[in-house]
């Protein structure tokens, strides 16, 4: 088909909605390694799981073998609400690079939550209403992961009960109320409503809490009240299972036209809209059908994959979670306060930690300002004002454009655009300001981090 | 074709994005009543129009008889980053509702301005630009008319300054610094940066500023700078022009299924996203050709159509715009603090006004609270969080779909979404905190606009 007839923005018909999630593990030579109990240093039990997860999630979690998962019709039906998600072609971009590139994108922050989080916390919340629990718990920070599990929970009628990092709680009030629009119960963390919380705070009065933090009072909550379990919104291989209709929307229209990207680029904090987008494309490329160069982009403050060690490490600070093999910056590595909140983790999805050893993807690490400047020449070019963590991928994108501009090559690059940043004007106002800073940590800050990493047999 | 097949979203081709605007003023009986200027009582020429306004949009102002007037291939161009916008079909609500009603919505807040006003603003930098000039000044309130302007002009490369009414500057700094992103420079008024913005500082220290005083800031600067005009995003008769790709397209998407909506329902303030919705279909009620009922909704607290007069008045407080014979509540009403910003104006579109004067149309006037537990219902089910001026048109759409529910007929209803409510979160919290409280002006109230109004010679 003639290049001409690609118009702007690729919509999928509702019936092209995948009936199937992808999961890539099954197409690994080698898997990702297993998730450990940390008490006993053996791989954790489906039995074990369930009672933090649900069953049938625990089920996703450990099949490395099935590679077609059906998706039940109640979620492909809540999917028509936002979904086919547009693959947009960014001629209006390509035109003011001045590239040879043909660049695409694909944008997921078409719907409320504002980012591609939505179609996990669906998945996930649906397993927990057909088990017929009450409700579920989970934490958030920048606050896109609990704004999508609200809207999930909403939908189906199930209770939601979100702890919000203190400091997030406060300096988005907005986040924050969009939640309670959707009836989820926003607690921030640490609280008294937990036990680990009432430690906390009373270790460390005034605290204005973390991640890991949030977590274990989330899995506290779930595990200590009957009908309830505890969801996480990356990280996962079952949020990475999810995630993978990002992948194959994109891959369908791009096949539609005739189109074979080159380079695919995301962002990656846990992982999950990396793994989502790539995860067909990586399947080709695992079978042998055809290659691509797969980019992972980080921050330069938090880099897990261009830095970090490939190890097991707990999954949160709190070190109550189970342990995952994974490039890691340790657990108790502090990130610097990069507005980029989803990309503020220390760890990273065993699946993608497996590949990128295996030596399938790369990886670049970006400074904030320079992502600042890609976000706000794309926003006024293209017309959409992206999230911090999407504009990684932005200025990944931008520097591949522009190297084909030097050699002359067309080549044709595909970048995930996870969601908006409507609600992080405040980091966009530091950049208008010309006051955004950046920060690289040094390596005695990482060996803090390293020295921390548990011991596990076998683990040098 | 079967009921069946109708999906969640009907996206029309970008192909089908319309060749033209549609120009209900041709096909009016009764033209709306020309704007006068306010020195002479006299009609205002094209001349005096050209000093305030660009050459082009003089002429669509003026335009009451051509039908279609094309629409220029770089605004089409434009509109393809994010138009056709989706007609999406409320099969949620419907069930939600137990109703037998068929809702329809034109949702126009998919793109990063949040509204309908991005199809004006870019029609109106489209003019500027092409006429040579280096920027234009324009006022804002809420701020999703500024936002738009900001967009349009980064894209285009043309110069904005966009006066923000002090109050909402400090108030709602998110949507400031979006407007900055986009290149804007934003000025809250009023300032020391105009002669008229110091005249007011003079005589009212420490005001938090109006429309009126913004609207008068924007015009000296257009009118007193070289390359440079005002624009304005409702109200006038070329917004609603712009405005009709709304219901051009949603007439389209609706045809191509074989449906005829019975009752179409939009929210007002100056009539930008009603005029722009109902005008396709009422050009056919017009002519003759097919019946509808078209519903106006505008908030209790600031009743245009429903308790206004139907007269020649100021368009702003400061009265040195041109007199515009519409439904108002008079140019020195003060809307109470009604968090739908967009819809706090005292008067209505001359086109609007003419056509409900001539009994086309119905309007009814709401109460906020009911507006807010519409809102958050449709967002709980349809999975968008609507705009507080949308969601008076989405209480309406609900409250004749539960009419059809006790008669059970099977109406086919249409609304306009015109945008998102994300940087409405204050307004939302209120509501969700229960501290969201209601205000009608009494008859005493409405009697002090009624007495400023001007003295027009054949005027009762």
């Given at each position: ?288 059908e055809k290659d691509y160069r797969f980019i992972a982009v980080e ?162």
């Amino acid at each position: 088909m003639s290049e001409k007839k690609i118009p702007y923005k690729i919509y999928l018909d509702e019936s092209e909605i995948p009936q199937n999630w992808y999961n890539v593990r099954a197409d690994m030579p080698t898997k990702p390694a297993p998730l450990l109990n940390p008490a006993t240093g053996a791989p954790l039990t489906a039995e074990e799981m369930s009672g933090i997860f649900c069953e049938e999630l625990v089920a996703q979690e450990l099949d490395n073998d099935t590679a077609y998962i059906p998706i039940p019709q109640e979620i492909r039906d809540f999917y028509k609400m936002y979904r086919p998600a547009p693959l947009i072609r960014a001629y209006c971009l390509e035109k003011a690079l001045g590239t040879p590139a043909k660049i695409y994108y694909k944008f997921e922050g078409n719907n409320t939550s504002g980012s591609h989080k939505l179609n996990s916390a669906i998945a996930q919340a649906y397993y927990a209403k057909k088990q017929g629990l009450k409700g579920v718990t989970t934490e958030t920070g920048a606050g896109q992961w609990g704004t999508a599990l609200s809207m999930a929970c909403a939908y189906l009628g199930l209770d939601c009960k979100v702890f919000m990092v203190k400091v997030s709680y406060e300096q988005k009030p907005f986040r924050r109320e969009v939640m309670r629009t959707y009836g989820a119960e926003v607690t921030p963390s640490p609280s008294m409503t937990t036990a680990v919380g009432r430690k906390i705070l009373e270790e460390h009065p005034g605290t204005t809490g973390s991640l890991g933090c949030a977590i274990s009072e989330a899995v506290e909550v779930a595990t200590s009240t009957p009908g309830y379990r505890y969801v996480l919104g990356s990280v996962l291989n079952q949020v990475l299972l999810h995630q993978s209709v990002i992948g194959l929307e994109s891959k369908a229209a791009l096949d539609k036209y005739g189109v074979k990207p080159d380079i695919i680029i995301g962002c990656a904090g846990g992982g999950s809209n990396l793994g989502g987008l790539i995860s067909p494309f990586m399947g080709e490329k695992l079978r042998g059908e055809k290659d691509y160069r797969f980019i992972a982009v980080e921050p330069a403050s938090c880099p897990s994959f261009t830095r970090g060690k490939f190890a097991y490490d707990f999954c949160d600070t709190g070190k109550i979670c189970p342990l995952a093999k994974m490039y890691t910056l340790g657990s108790g590595f502090i990130p610097s306060a990069n507005h980029a909140g989803g990309l503020r983790f220390h760890g990273m999805s065993s699946t993608l930690s497996q590949l990128y050893h295996d030596g399938m993807m790369e990886a670049v690490a970006v400074e904030q300002t320079a992502v600042f400047e890609a976000a706000e020449k794309f926003a006024r070019i293209e017309g959409i004002l992206p999230a911090p963590e999407s504009s990684h991928a932005i200025r990944v994108a931008i520097d591949e454009a522009l190297k084909c501009k030097e050699t002359g090559e067309e080549k044709t690059i595909l970048f995930g655009l996870t969601g908006t940043g409507y609600f992080d004007m405040v980091a966009y106002q530091k950049f208008n300001d010309g006051v955004m800073t950046d920060y690289i940590p040094t390596d005695e800050d990482l060996a803090v981090g390293f020295s921390a990493l548990p011991v596990v047999p076998g683990q040098e």
